[in-house]
């Protein structure tokens, strides 16, 4: 068997398959109604075109189902179309607020930095005021103790 008998034997198969697979226009109709339900749209559609096929002077019932169908898919299609607008519109919400967040969190870091180099400046000053008073402390005390070693030597004259 040459090539081409057997590419062309498989295409005819494949074409002829679908119409042996149901018996009658009702089955067609049938399985093409139960397509629809299952929201296979595209099995419905075939199912539909096949029972044409079996009866072509109900073509007017064929093309009302498949008008229905058609009808299901394109409000199928707006609807994801709107989706896809919504989300669209989200993401930008989401992408401005994203920026927003991002500009406060550079200008934290900045107040943070800030806050850190005046607590630096405070830790310095507080170092250098101990160094000062320390040694003042140390005359206080000195000279309280002069003061009580004074006081006791009078209480004792």
Known sequence: MSMKKIILSAILVFILFP??????????IQQGDDALQ???YITS??????????????WKDVQEKLDKVYAIIGNKHK???STILN???????ITAQKEK???????TKEEI????????????????????????ITQANEL??????????????
């Open 38 to 40: 299952r929201t296979e």
């Open 113 to 136: 930095g800030q806050i850190e180099r005046k607590l630096e400046d405070l830790e310095s000053q507080v170092s250098n005021i101990l160094e000062t008073i320390v040694p003042i």
């Open 45 to 58: 559609i075939k199912k539909y075109l096949i029972a044409e096929k079996f009866d072509q002077s109900k």
């Open 19 to 28: 119409i042996f697979a149901q018996s009658s226009y009702d089955e067609a």
């Open 79 to 81: 609807e994801l179309e």
């Open 144 to 157: 309280k103790n002069s003061l009580l070693q004074i006081d006791n030597n009078n209480n004792d004259k």
């Open 87 to 93: 989300l669209k519109s989200d993401l930008k919400l």
């Open 101 to 107: 967040l991002e500009g406060t969190l550079a200008s």
